[in-house]
């Protein structure tokens, strides 16, 4: 089984020590459940960017523009393709190793490297326009507004640079325990507000412009006798729906706030280091047991649970029309019928490994794979 995860050997370690107390048969790997498919998938299309991702967990994920797709490379380059015309448009080096991108503005393209510099490149040409440095890796895919670029460093800091010149704005620190998954959850910028997740289990609203504090938020506070089982980390992305804001812990919970003021609304016990899938009125969430799990976005109440994937190491969820999608660590792509999460399509996919999450393009879905492929598919009856 490839070992493909974004977490560092830590997470194996956790994994053992919170599952010892568990029967070994819950645990065991699920092989390929059987199923009459109702939906076929179709491979649309294909390209191939630089190598990818490497060992030291870079985050890279495709970001796209209309018609234009950017992606990144972990050796520092940077692509530029127009997906309508099927040409490429440019292609940069940063010169410096990549640990996460492609951050996407309104002019602007953004990379962090594994040295803490923040790079923006101009999405018309890829000529480098400024870098910004910061205090450590940048492993969070930078988030932007009009104005204000967000990075956040392994560190637990948030720093908030103008998109013009790269001048620093403002900073924002936050404790980060002494253990913790390898990564750092994207922070999220909508109009006013940049909500960011922590390694201790908090999430936190800052102002955008200025970085001051708006609210903070517990999603799961340490249990446990040794720092392996207090290990509550987010890597998971916050999610913006409405005037909700949903995150998830390892080892902890799934939650919901108020975006407005932070009220905690709602909580479950859950364990995920993965994206969640928001549709308005359900909350889709991957275990790190590989179960898929359906909540009430409005009360937190379990709908459905798929348990037919179990410890096959499903990536971060995507919502298509009527389904759930998730990528397990063979590649395949399995597709669920959000009614009741039964199964309804399979394929595997081109490409080795996918730890970036898929997007949704064109009425169908765009996969980056770990060796830099691009595929986008669509969903047939």
Not at 29 to 57: Q, Y
Not at 309 to 320: A, I, K, N, Y
Not at 339 to 349: T, W, Y
Request: aromatic residues 8%; proline residues 2%; glycine residues 10%.
């Amino acid at each position: 089984m490839k070992l493909r995860s974004v977490l560092a050997l830590c997470l194996l370690f956790a994994v053992a020590a919170c599952s010892s107390n568990k029967n070994k048969d819950e645990l065991k790997r699920s092989g390929l459940a059987d199923f009459d498919a109702t939906v076929k998938i179709k491979r649309d299309w294909g390209k191939g960017f630089g190598s990818g991702r490497d060992k030291r967990a870079s985050n890279l994920m495709a970001a796209l523009d209309e018609q234009r797709l950017f992606v990144a490379d972990a050796k520092g380059r940077v692509y530029a393709y127009d997906l309508e015309r099927k040409k490429n448009l440019w292609k940069s080096n940063v010169d410096s190793d990549i640990a996460a991108g492609v951050g996407l503005g309104r002019q602007n393209v953004y990379v962090g490297t594994f040295k803490g510099e923040l790079i923006a490149l101009d999405a018309e040409t890829g000529e480098q326009k400024w870098l910004a440095e910061t205090s450590s890796e940048i492993l969070s895919v930078p988030a932007t507004s009009s104005t204000v670029v967000v990075a956040q460093t392994i560190d637990g800091r948030l720093y908030g640079f103008s998109t013009r010149d790269g001048k620093q704005l403002w900073r924002y620190d936050h404790a980060v325990p002494a253990l913790t998954l390898r990564g750092t959850a994207n922070p999220v910028v909508q109009r006013n507000q940049v909500i960011a997740a922590f390694a201790n289990g908090q999430i936190v609203a800052l102002n955008v412009r200025d970085g001051a504090l708006l609210w903070s938020g517990r999603v799961s506070s340490p249990k446990g006798r040794h720092d392996l089982e207090k290990m509550i980390d987010i890597d998971g992305s916050p999610i913006i729906d409405g005037g909700m804001v949903y995150a998830a812990t390892y080892q902890g919970a799934l939650a919901s706030f108020s975006k407005a003021k932070g009220q905690v609304l709602w909580k479950q016990d859950l364990s995920s280091y993965r994206n969640l899938a928001v549709d308005g009125a359900h909350v889709y969430a991957v275990t790190d047991e590989s179960h898929v799990v359906a909540f009430n976005a409005a009360n937190g109440s379990i709908l459905w649970t798929n348990e037919q994937m179990q410890m096959r190491g499903l990536d971060s969820p995507l919502l298509l029309d009527n389904y759930v999608l998730v990528i397990d660590d063979d590649d395949y792509l399995h597709v669920l019928n959000k009614a009741d999460g039964s199964f309804a399509g399979r394929r595997k996919l081109s490409g080795d490994g996918f730890s970036a999450p898929m997007l949704f393009v064109d009425g169908g879905f765009l996969a980056l794979s770990d060796d830099g492929k691009v595929s986008i598919y669509s969903l047939k009856p």
